[in-house]
């Protein structure tokens, strides 16, 4: 929705709660993180809403304050977290299994990680087909399952005391599914959560509790959560925001950085091959053929939106793009990702590009997590609803209008998100054009 300039934004005040369906190796991440920021035993690293500033004016006047600063953002002691998981462990437990931090870091906040236990998750083992959940609750359709979440979120809600909350799903990856009758309008759709049609996955039925209770949600994953016709139409009645989908952390990350730079200096693509290795719970459900499509789908599209063949045939038409994702125990939670790239230049010469990336998957998305549940709780506070293109930044697979394709470049999405900040504060947008300098 259009959101007039300089227009009023509620303050922060009161506590947020952050919901997190899936309590794994991200989520345990990002809340034993928050709280070593908060007992400042650790530097918020990677969060632009924590360490990020942006620009006001022109260069000459030297205002560039933090963000933090700019937007009337949740402070970090007023967030309190909470979740499901289809696993009973404590998030100390949680995150110990994870193995992604060490156990001096988790000893130091365990206590407070030891306090949060998860609530009883939604499981359907068709569409995680890796796991075997064993703390999930029972229902007689999947409505009865959403109004059980729905509950789940007003005791959680009068429980901490809380002035309102967001949710953001740091669960699994799903098997690929693509949006069906049941998801065309709302009404069909809760006909069909009724019926507990099988198009309709576990992440959607979070979503919909979520959407339902006027929490903001955004999508993880690249599953079939909320980029359909029913749940948009489901967050404009409820005046809810919603983003998504997928985190884009190593590998895509990379493509979103290096690929403006090829089309911006006119150099030529022939292929690009992609390859990762990881363990953990997330290498493990990506082990499964159809979870792994989900994966690809989102990871596909990143080049073929930043290059755009068909306006530079000459340059990207046809060119080869190959994504694989292998399971590999011993890695845990240190994915690596290895891509070779073929370029040309200059006469047609052909060039070559390496890259390995060793990177640590919880690490990169952490901060996502935090800066997505700040923006969400603000914009939700500005009076804005449904799609939230501005947040494209944090995501693989960015959602948009339909017939509206998304920008998946970094920096264009950057500037998108900073300017959009510039505009609910009054203040005049950034182009870059530099000409008033001169005059």
């Known amino acids: 929705m259009s959101i007039k300039k300089g227009t009023d934004i509620r303050p922060a005040t009161g506590k947020l709660g952050v919901l997190l369906p899936g309590m794994g190796a991200v989520a345990t991440t990002f809340i034993a993180g928050v709280e070593a920021v908060r007992r400042g035993h650790a530097k918020p690293i990677g969060s632009l809403t924590q360490l990020g500033t942006l620009r006001l004016g022109k260069r000459t006047e030297n205002r560039a304050p933090k963000v933090s600063e700019f937007v009337p953002l949740a402070k970090l002691d007023d967030l309190c977290f909470g979740g499901w998981d289809i696993f009973e462990d404590n998030a100390y437990d949680a995150a110990k299994h994870a193995g992604v931090l060490t156990k001096e870091d988790l000893d130091r906040e365990r206590g407070f990680l030891e306090s949060i236990r998860p609530m009883a998750g939604v499981f359907e083992p068709s569409y995680v087909k890796k796991l075997n959940g064993t703390h999930i609750k029972s229902g007689k359709s999947k409505l009865d399952l959403a109004e059980q979440l729905i509950a789940d ?129 997330d290498g493990e459900v990506l082990d499964d053929p159809e979870s792994f ?72 998305a952490a901060p996502i997590v935090l800066d997505l549940a700040l923006f969400m709780d603000l914009a939700q506070r500005t009076g804005m609803h449904g799609i939230q293109e501005w947040l494209s930044f944090y995501f693989k697979s960015p959602m948009t209008p339909a017939g509206l394709y998304p ?24 182009t870059h054009l530099g000409t008033e300098y001169y005059d």
């Open 293 to 364: 499509k989900s994966k690809e789908v989102s990871k596909l599209g990143v080049l073929e939106h930043i290059l755009q063949p068909h306006l530079y045939p000459d340059l990207y038409k046809d060119f080869c793009h190959v994504v694989r994702i292998n399971y590999y125990p011993p890695r845990g939670d240190n994915k690596e990702g290895w891509d070779n790239i073929d370029i040309f230049g200059w006469l047609g010469y052909k060039m070559q590009i390496k890259i390995d990336f060793l990177c640590r998957d919880s690490i990169l």
């Open 153 to 281: 979120i007003a005791d959680f809600k009068k429980k901490n005391g809380l002035d309102r909350c967001v949710a953001v799903w740091c669960g699994s990856t799903e098997v690929y599914k693509q949006p069906t009758e049941v998801h065309s309008t709302l009404a069909k759709f809760e006909k069909g959560l009724a019926t507990s049609d099988e198009d309709i996955a576990p992440s959607a039925i979070y979503a919909y509790a979520c959407v339902k209770s006027g929490v903001p949600y955004a999508n993880g994953a690249p599953n079939l959560s909320v980029d359909f016709p029913a749940l948009q139409e489901l967050a404009r009645d409820r005046q809810v925001p919603l983003c998504g989908k997928d985190f884009k952390t190593g590998q895509t990350l990379m493509k979103t950085i290096l690929a403006p730079g090829f089309k911006a200096r006119y150099l030529g693509l022939e292929g690009w091959y992609s390859t990762n290795i990881l363990g953990n719970r």
């Open 407 to 430: 920008e998946h470049d970094l920096f264009i999405q950057l500037m998108k998100l900073k300017n959009t900040l510039r505009h609910l504060r009054g203040e005049e947008l950034i």
